[in-house]
Each structure stands twice: as C-alpha cells, then as structure tokens.
C-alpha cells in the first residue's frame, strides 16, 4: 500500500514539474534587412535576419532553419541551414538568413514579372517555413509565414 502510495505521489510531483516548466513559445517576428549581394550563375544571392522573441527566462538555442521562399508562389529558394545561434533570456535575436534566389524561376513568366520588377523596383517574396528552438532541453518548431519587400 505504501508503495502504490510512493509511486502515485512520485508520478504526481513528476507531473506537475513537466507541466509547470514548459517553455513559452518563441515568436517569430519579421524578416528584416533584406540585401541583395550579387549574383552567382543564375543565382541571386540575398541575406536577410530573422527576428525572433524569446518570452522566457531562460537561454536557449537555435538548431535549425527551413525555410522555403516564393516568388509569386512559385518556390524560388529553400533555407536549410544547421544553426548554433544562441537565443537570450527575455530577449529578441536575430537569425541571419542565406538564401540563393533562382533567377530563371523569376523569369519564368518573364514579360509580366520584368513589368512588375521595374515599375515596382522590388521584389516581393514570401518566406514559409519553421525554426526550431531548444529550451529547458525541449525543442520545438516556430513557424516562420511572412511577406517581405526587396528593393532593388
């Protein structure tokens, strides 16, 4: 009886630990600073940030980044990068960003894109994806759906 006793208050107290020490979830932000740096073959090299929120009080750390980019929904660049940015207690951080954009899938529909590209002097791509945090040892996915302007 006192060991079916034990064993109750032991997965009890377990519990309440678990539940009790979840991290808050990160929030993503934005996609800032966007730069074009040049381009390789039929490449156009960009780096951007990505902005986050870390709303607890404890330090963690980035693992890892996969992020898909669309231009006019049409998949121009996918992010895959293994990370070791450390993420601040309480704090916003920055994840810098590497992409390579396909240029010929921005050509794809060349004459009403190029139309587009002048008149606006800007691209406009969209960032789908997820980065995944580790906090309290538990990592998890902060999902990453945001529209950002690329001057050219």
Known sequence: M?????IINLLLFL???STGCQPEQVEFIKIDNPVILGTE???LRVEADAILFNPNKTKGQVKDVDIVVYFKEQQVAHVQETSSVKVGAEEQFVIPLNMMLDIEK???NWLSNLVSILKEKSIELHFSGYIKIKIHG?????????TERINL
């Open 2 to 6: 006192a060991r079916s006793r034990y």
């Open 41 to 43: 073959g039929h490449y």
């Open 15 to 17: 519990f309440l630990i």
């Open 106 to 108: 921005i050509q794809s």
């Open 138 to 146: 538990i990592g998890y996915r902060v999902p990453v759906d945001y």
